[in-house]
């Protein structure tokens, strides 16, 4: 999944409009970000790829970097 995909979905799901500089910016420090959007991205994710992502590794996870590293990648 491209990045620009990946933040596509991002807006759609959280409503949140961020940017490729956002990838690396922890949760803590993004504005707007609550912990149940990751619940929704992996709901979001496993719809857009098709196939299951560990729900483990999403919840540990720090940034959106690190989930777009679990999602897959086209770029």
Do not use: N
Not at 2 to 20: H, N
């Amino acid at each position: 999944m491209s990045i620009d995909e990946f933040l596509e979905i991002v807006a759609r799901e959280c409503g949140l409009y961020l940017t490729q500089d956002d990838l690396r910016t922890d949760f803590d420090q993004l504005p707007r970000w609550d912990s149940f959007h990751l619940l929704k991205l992996l709901s979001a994710f496993e719809a857009a790829t098709g196939r299951p992502l560990s729900a483990t590794r999403f919840l540990e996870s720090r940034s959106l970097a690190d989930l777009h590293a679990q999602v897959g990648t086209t770029e």
